[in-house]
């Protein structure tokens, strides 16, 4: 094992920062918070967070195949989703299901998931049931089961990905497997998948029609992973990334010599 110590005004950033210094997915890697930043919502203040990421060395070295390359352009992705990806439906999804075969359970991982997040969701003063799922070894699904919780999704989703993050870190400290965990309300996993999906086909229709380049928003990796596989089969089109976290972006470029 080897790593390596960053900061960053959140621990979220502080991971980015890591997994872009090293090429590697965030489930490549185990995270240890070293220094968290100075008190207030969800860890976010003026002190810094300090974290150290360790990754096995084979890791490391298939990382260096997928490396991007100097200009900073990210290849699509291969069609490998980051979290398990709904069968797609006619309508927009209903309440998600846990994969078949996943029944609640209750074991000392789970103990720790549901501890941690009940303490958490305490102190953000939010009511919601913690219901975890075991889809298979190692890992987790948690759905947050409660009334209006809009406010524990945030927008485009940043508090429910930091609350999976913190989850993460705080049930993976100290272990020798780490354990994936993985944090859903409202169906919103789901349903931003869907918009995504939906987006890119629109905006690959103007790229195909005015044969002109389109920049989409900043988005976070998973999101920008959902661009990349959409749009991957399709013939015209292609599609690269540009910047750095947290303003990186997707572009959805015009194939020249197409016809």
Do not use: W
Request: proline share 4%.
């Amino acid at each position: 094992m080897r790593y390596i110590d960053v900061t960053g005004k959140t621990e979220e950033e502080a991971v980015r920062k890591a997994l872009e210094q090293l090429h590697l997915d965030r489930d490549d890697v185990s995270v240890e918070i070293l220094e968290r930043a100075k008190s207030g919502f969800l860890g976010i203040g003026s002190t810094p967070a300090r974290v150290r990421v360790s990754y096995e060395l084979d890791v490391a070295d298939e990382a260096e195949v997928k490396a991007e390359p100097p200009r900073a352009e990210e290849k699509k992705l291969p069609a490998k989703p980051v979290e398990k990806k709904p069968e797609p439906k006619a309508d927009m999804p209903q309440e998600e299901k846990p994969a078949a075969g996943a029944d609640i359970c209750v074991n000392d991982d789970v103990r720790r998931i549901t501890e941690f997040l009940s303490g958490l969701l305490e102190h953000m003063e939010c009511t919601a049931e913690v219901q975890v799922y075991e889809e298979e070894k190692n890992r987790y699904k948690v759905i947050l089961v409660g009334q209006k919780l809009g406010a524990l999704i945030g927008r485009r989703g940043e508090t429910l990905d930091a609350i999976q993050q913190l989850t993460n870190y705080a049930v993976n400290s100290g272990r020798d497997k780490r354990l994936r965990i993985h944090v859903d309300a409202e169906n919103y996993r789901a349903k931003r998948e869907q918009s995504l999906e939906s987006l890119a086909n629109k905006v690959a229709g103007k790229v195909l029609k005015y044969r002109r380049s389109v920049t989409l928003e900043p988005m976070n990796a998973y999101e920008r992973h959902v661009i990349h596989a959409a749009l991957q089969d399709k013939q015209g089109v292609t599609t690269y990334s540009i910047g750095t976290e947290p303003n990186r972006r997707v572009v959805v470029a015009y194939e020249r010599g197409n016809r």
